[in-house]
């Protein structure tokens, strides 16, 4: 079934958050007339973690480590930090039956030095999905400034919110904005069934796409999810980013299950606890090689095909249950292993033969780095090493055909003709 998309907004009813930050985002107000969301985003992407919790009470601590945060530093020109929860989008073509009565969007406060955030606290804001009745609650407030709210989502779909400094009056008119943060959720957990324009859909890839019996490969995975927020970056990798990884794994399976190279990816006595055919976190940067050795063994032993697959921990337990496969990717994810790979053929790129006046002519060739040789109605007038080669004449008359040959070792030899006629 599909659905006319439904964009539902509050109507006045606020947040009032005092103290935290929303997902990963810091806000700071400079003066009393300006609130800038720091890091200074409008948009954020994550999953649909609070799908599992408690009522949206409580989170995994995994997944509570993953929701992105904002955060106001403290400042005494707010009085009174809110947050408006300003609406909710569900996704394209999804049914809304699909979907709970209300979209809930639930936020955590934390101390603003904390890396991780806690399971249990969570509170909920609410907004009704696609018209149905359902309590409106869009609002909460936060104890002081300077402290992180970390926000996560029941259901997959679009969420508005923004930061109010209320100002000192009981009136709006004095109240202070800052600019719209659009959360992005996706959905992890198929909760809205068989749905899929709302699905989390990492891209895999491997490569190369091709080696040889005893080569290497890389497989890797994009999750697009945002890795920045609020606790910042050590070393140059976000603190989301790292909590992020722990959650996403893969490992590596032939594309016909159990033949012999399937074996070469799952030899326990070879790979331990690290065999390429069970789950392992993704690095930070999202890879995770096959080696071509590996404790003094070459790991590829046979030829075939195979795949670069994801998991998810879906409930935050540390590990990737069969069920919590991914399935949804995009990508190009397999590399296909030969017994040897083909010779590569030595390239010519560029191969010039240019006449001029009075008898002038120019010959350039270009490609594949080796041993050149020009010749000149078969006769050898050149030759040269490196990856381009060039010989110049002032008297020359007629019709003469040059061939250019490349040659290096491990590449089968390349030649390319061209006859030019100088008047």
Same mark, same amino acid.
Request: hydrophobic share 35%.
């Given at each position: 079934?599909?659905?006319?998309?439904?964009?539902?907004?509050?109507? #006045?009813?606020?947040?009032?958050?005092?103290?935290?930050?929303?997902?990963?985002?810091?806000?700071?107000?400079?003066?009393?007339?300006?609130?800038?969301?720091?890091?200074?985003?409008?948009?954020?992407?994550?999953?649909?973690?609070?799908?599992?919790?408690?009522?949206?009470?409580?989170?995994?601590?995994?997944?509570?480590?993953?929701?992105?945060?904002?955060?106001?530093?403290?400042?005494?020109?707010?009085? #009174?930090?809110?947050?408006?929860?300003?609406?909710?989008?569900?996704?394209?073509?999804?049914?809304?039956?699909?979907?709970?009565?209300?979209?809930?969007?639930?936020?955590? *406060?934390?101390?603003?030095?904390?890396?991780?955030?806690?399971?249990?606290?969570?509170?909920?804001?609410?907004?009704? $999905?696609?018209?149905?009745?359902?309590?409106?609650?869009?609002?909460?407030?936060?104890?002081?400034?300077?402290?992180?709210?970390?926000?996560?989502?029941?259901?997959?779909?679009?969420?508005?919110?923004?930061?109010?400094?209320?100002?000192?009056?009981?009136?709006?008119?004095?109240?202070?904005?800052?600019?719209?943060?659009?959360?992005?959720?996706?959905?992890?957990? *198929?909760?809205?069934?068989?749905?899929?324009?709302?699905?989390?859909?990492?891209?895999?890839?491997?490569?190369?796409?091709?080696?040889?019996?005893?080569?290497?490969?890389?497989?890797?995975?994009?999750?697009?999810?945002?890795?920045?927020?609020?606790?910042?970056?050590?070393?140059?990798?976000?603190?989301?980013?790292?909590?992020?990884?722990?959650?996403?794994?893969?490992?590596?399976?032939?594309?016909?299950?159990?033949?012999?190279?399937? @074996?070469?990816?799952?030899?326990?006595?070879?790979?331990?606890?690290?065999?390429?055919?069970?789950?392992?976190?993704?690095?930070?940067?999202?890879?995770?090689?096959?080696?071509?050795?590996?404790?003094?063994?070459?790991?590829?032993?046979?030829?075939? @095909?195979?795949?670069?697959?994801?998991?998810?921990?879906?409930?935050?337990?540390?590990?990737?249950?069969?069920?919590?496969?991914?399935?949804?990717?995009? #990508?190009?994810?397999?590399?296909?292993?030969?017994?040897?790979?083909?010779?590569?053929?030595?390239?010519?790129?560029?191969?010039?033969? @240019?006449?001029?006046?009075?008898?002038?002519?120019?010959?350039?060739?270009?490609?594949?780095?080796?041993?050149?040789?020009?010749?000149?109605?078969? *006769?050898?007038?050149?030759?040269?090493?490196?990856?381009?080669?060039?010989?110049? @004449?002032?008297?020359?008359?007629?019709?003469?055909?040059?061939?250019?040959? $490349?040659?290096?070792?491990?590449?089968?030899?390349?030649?390319?003709?061209?006859? $030019?006629?100088?008047?």
């Amino acid at each position: 079934m599909t659905s006319t998309r439904t964009k539902v907004i509050a109507g #006045g009813a606020v947040a009032a958050l005092a103290a935290g930050a929303l997902a990963a985002a810091q806000l700071s107000s400079s003066a009393a007339d300006t609130i800038t969301v720091t890091p200074n985003v409008t948009s954020m992407t994550t999953l649909n973690y609070a799908r599992i919790s408690n009522g949206g009470n409580t989170l995994p601590q995994r997944l509570a480590n993953a929701t992105p945060c904002l955060r106001v530093p403290a400042s005494r020109k707010i009085r #009174g930090l809110r947050l408006d929860y300003l609406s909710y989008t569900e996704p394209e073509d999804v049914d809304p039956s699909a979907l709970p009565g209300y979209a809930r969007l639930t936020y955590r *406060q934390v101390s603003s030095n904390s890396a991780t955030v806690p399971s249990s606290g969570w509170r909920p804001l609410d907004l009704p $999905v696609a018209g149905t009745p359902a309590p409106v609650n869009t609002g909460s407030v936060l104890r002081a400034n300077g402290r992180n709210v970390c926000l996560s989502a029941t259901v997959p779909g679009v969420f508005r919110v923004q930061f109010v400094n209320p100002g000192e009056s009981a009136g709006t008119d004095d109240d202070v904005k800052s600019q719209i943060v659009t959360i992005t959720v996706q959905d992890a957990y *198929q909760a809205t069934r068989s749905a899929l324009s709302d699905d989390w859909k990492p891209r895999l890839t491997t490569d190369p796409g091709q080696i040889a019996v005893g080569g290497s490969a890389t497989g890797k995975l994009a999750h697009g999810l945002t890795q920045v927020d609020a606790r910042g970056s050590s070393s140059g990798v976000g603190i989301l980013q790292t909590a992020t990884a722990k959650l996403i794994g893969l490992r590596f399976a032939s594309v016909d299950p159990g033949d012999a190279l399937d @074996k070469d990816l799952n030899r326990a006595s070879v790979f331990g606890a690290d065999k390429l055919g069970i789950f392992k976190p993704i690095t930070v940067t999202g890879t995770r090689d096959v080696p071509a050795v590996h404790r003094g063994y070459k790991v590829i032993r046979h030829t075939g @095909k195979f795949a670069a697959l994801a998991g998810f921990d879906a409930n935050g337990n540390g590990s990737f249950a069969s069920g919590e496969q991914l399935t949804r990717t995009t #990508g190009a994810n397999t590399t296909r292993v030969l017994s040897s790979l083909p010779t590569p053929q030595a390239k010519i790129t560029v191969f010039t033969a @240019k006449s001029a006046a009075k008898g002038a002519i120019y010959v350039h060739v270009q490609g594949t780095k080796g041993n050149w040789t020009i010749y000149r109605n078969g *006769q050898r007038i050149i030759s040269g090493y490196g990856s381009y080669l060039s010989w110049a @004449k002032k008297t020359v008359r007629g019709t003469a055909t040059f061939t250019a040959r $490349v040659t290096k070792t491990g590449y089968t030899p390349a030649e390319q003709s061209l006859t $030019v006629t100088v008047k």
